[in-house]
């Protein structure tokens, strides 16, 4: 939710072939892995400025219909807000990328020049890095977020009121800024001369680099630790402790279609709403762990090996990048194929439909309303409440 740019603390551009720097031909374990995977890349290369384009334009526009229906005054929840503070960080991230991707792919060839590296373009890349980065982070810590709200209210059967889950959402956003704070200080523009040209370069990062800074070392570890293995760990642990939840409350549910009792078979229907809430949000934190593990893994792997970073990471940053933006992308999707809420506003609202309570009938409102109320549904996500329900959780 993510953002993504699995190069922008690690090697100050995006992508090792949009940079016109060939790796070198360096001996040593992965030699034999880089002569593989430099084809692969050299491939990719030349489709990846099209598809992410696609991609984001795709991701743009459902990002937007994600923010418009989850603000809704029905469906405004604490897991809904996380999930539009999470569509946010996705918006401002493509939004930045498509400016970035037409000129250093599609515009542009492989061969640095003066005009592909002009000094706007190269201050441009400058800030799509390090807003892309931040929110890249942002969403990771929102989906922890996430997580550990869904594990507590399954818990308790409580959680944190509207007003307060928007307060934490905006200091994760503040949080992620403050750790990449030495990123920032450490970003620069320099002049080069390459064969008669003036070209501007970022400043070399602490990976690849023979004598990195201090600072930009700072950066880096805070990046991988703080923003990629210490989240990738708390979702993982709180993933595997929703999944006991879910099983939990599986058997719960036997047990109940066991029994001949009326209102326990209301009760497991109740349950079973809460199971779909619940399977959604893990679907959404799993896409997360496919899209962070692997960078996390490589990143780490870079620290200490300047030859793997070289010959193989580097190769990988655009392929890892296109991962990100599917990720940033794909939450509208699971939205529609698994929340019924989520797809009647979207039909109101999209087809200019007759409002909530003429359209939905009066009937399947009261049983919104009644749900919600009876079984503290303002800790799921994407459903709708009412005004009773929003008049109470301000009051949680």
Not at 275 to 292: A, F, G, K, P, R
Not at 298 to 321: E, R
Not at 352 to 368: A, I, L
């Amino acid at each position: 939710m993510a953002g993504l740019m699995a190069a922008n603390v690690t090697a100050g551009n995006n992508g090792s072939m949009a940079t016109g720097d060939k790796c070198p031909e360096e001996s040593g374990p992965f030699s034999s892995i880089n002569r593989h995977l430099e084809a692969y890349a050299m491939w990719y290369w030349g489709i990846h400025g099209y598809l992410s384009v696609v991609i984001c334009v795709f991701g743009i526009t459902t990002n937007v219909l994600n923010i418009v229906i989850l603000t809704r005054g029905a469906m405004r929840t604490p897991i809904n807000c996380i999930l539009t503070a999470i569509a946010i960080c996705c918006l401002i991230t493509m939004s930045s990328y498509i400016p970035f991707a037409l000129h250093f792919y599609i515009k542009s060839t492989l061969v640095p020049t003066s005009t592909k590296y002009s000094y706007g373009w190269t201050v441009y890349m400058a800030v799509h890095s390090n807003i892309s980065v931040t929110t890249h982070v942002s969403s990771l810590w929102l989906a922890v977020f996430m997580a550990i709200m869904r594990y507590v209210y399954l818990q308790t059967k409580k959680c944190c009121n509207l007003q307060a889950t928007c307060i934490i959402s905006a200091m994760i956003g503040a949080g992620a800024s403050l750790l990449m704070l030495p990123n920032y200080l450490m970003t620069g523009v320099r002049e080069v001369q390459l064969e008669n040209m003036t070209l501007y370069k970022l400043n070399e990062p602490a990976i690849g680099s023979t004598n990195p800074s201090r600072l930009a070392l700072t950066a880096f570890w805070l990046y991988a630790i703080g923003g990629k293995l210490i989240p990738c760990t708390l979702i993982s642990v709180f993933i595997g402790l929703l999944l006991k939840k879910l099983h939990e409350s599986a058997a719960r549910r036997k047990r109940l279609f066991a029994s001949a009792n009326k209102s326990k078979k209301s009760q497991c229907g109740r349950t079973t709403r809460h199971q779909c809430t619940t399977t959604m949000l893990l679907v959404i934190i799993v896409m997360y762990i496919l899209t962070e593990v692997p960078q996390t893994f490589l990143i780490i792997m870079s620290a200490f090996s300047k030859q793997f970073f070289m010959n193989v990471y580097m190769l990988l940053a655009d392929t890892m990048d296109m991962i990100a933006l599917i990720n940033n992308a794909m939450n509208f999707v699971l939205y529609c194929a698994m929340s019924q809420q989520f797809r009647e506003h979207l039909v109101v609202r999209v087809c200019n439909g007759p409002p909530q309570s003429t359209r939905f009938g009066k009937k399947t409102y009261q049983s919104v309303d009644h749900s919600c109320n009876n079984t503290h549904t303002h800790g799921d996500g994407l459903c709708a409440t009412t005004a009773t329900t929003e008049k109470s959780i301000s009051h949680v």
